[in-house]
């Protein structure tokens, strides 16, 4: 994509989400669209190798600013909810969302677990996906740490590169690719 925009600008938009991000009552939909406009934008080149690279900086987990692009693209600006249903829709809740939401159906959805809590919604979703067990397992494996950052970069590129929001997902690209003999896009 072509920069629109001047590195003062992309410098400005930088410490904007900086800001943002290290104020002490975190407006998670305003991140997510500081952070989507700086990667839509290519804001991050005037200081930073990669946008995952300036997630990083940000001193918090790249997972959770990516979860935060994905509910601004897929509820906010697609969605396009009311400013009231944003208000209400807490951040967390919208990510347990983001695998059934669509346009169509999102005020369904939004009236059906309103007055859920997170852990409720999260079942809601896998009952309608018809995945009836929990959403998260948790696989622990120790690594050597040069072990451990050579697999974490490769999951994160594999991740940038197939537009995926999670390590996890990464992690689950990449062996779908080499059960099936798939050459991993990275």
Same mark, same amino acid.
């Given at each position: 994509?072509?920069?629109?925009? $001047? /590195? +003062? ?12 991000? $290290? ?5 998670? &939909? ?5 952070? &989507? ?5 290519? +804001? ?28 601004? %693209? ?17 951040? /967390? %809740? ?7 939401? $669509?346009? *169509? /159906?999102?005020?369904?959805?939004? /009236?059906?677990?309103?007055? =859920? ?9 896998? %009952?309608?996906? *018809?995945?009836?067990?929990? @959403? ?5 494996? &120790? ?10 970069? &490769? @999951? ?18 990449? =062996? ?8 991993? %896009?990275?």
């Amino acid at each position: 994509m072509a920069k629109k925009i $001047t /590195n +003062a600008q992309a410098l400005k938009m930088l410490g904007d989400a900086r800001s943002v991000v $290290t104020h002490a009552v975190m407006d998670h &939909y305003d991140i997510g669209r500081r952070l &989507y406009e700086i990667r839509e934008e290519e +804001a991050w080149e005037v200081s930073f190798d990669s946008f995952g690279e300036f997630l990083k900086d940000l001193d918090s987990s790249p997972s959770f600013f990516s979860s935060l692009i994905t509910i601004h %693209k897929k509820i906010v600006l697609e969605c396009k909810p009311t400013p009231s249903q944003l208000a209400q829709l807490r951040w /967390n %809740k919208a990510r347990a969302l983001l695998r059934v939401v $669509t346009p *169509n /159906n999102f005020n369904h959805w939004f /009236n059906r677990t309103r007055t =859920m809590s997170v852990t409720e919604t999260e079942r809601e979703v896998n %009952k309608a996906c *018809n995945n009836p067990k929990s @959403l998260r397992e948790q696989i622990v494996y &120790y690594f050597k740490t040069s072990d451990a950052r050579f697999i974490k970069s &490769y @999951l994160e590129k594999i991740r940038n590169a197939n537009g995926l929001t999670t390590l996890s997902d990464a992690m689950v690209e990449a =062996m779908r690719c080499a059960i099936s003999g798939i050459k991993v %896009k990275y």
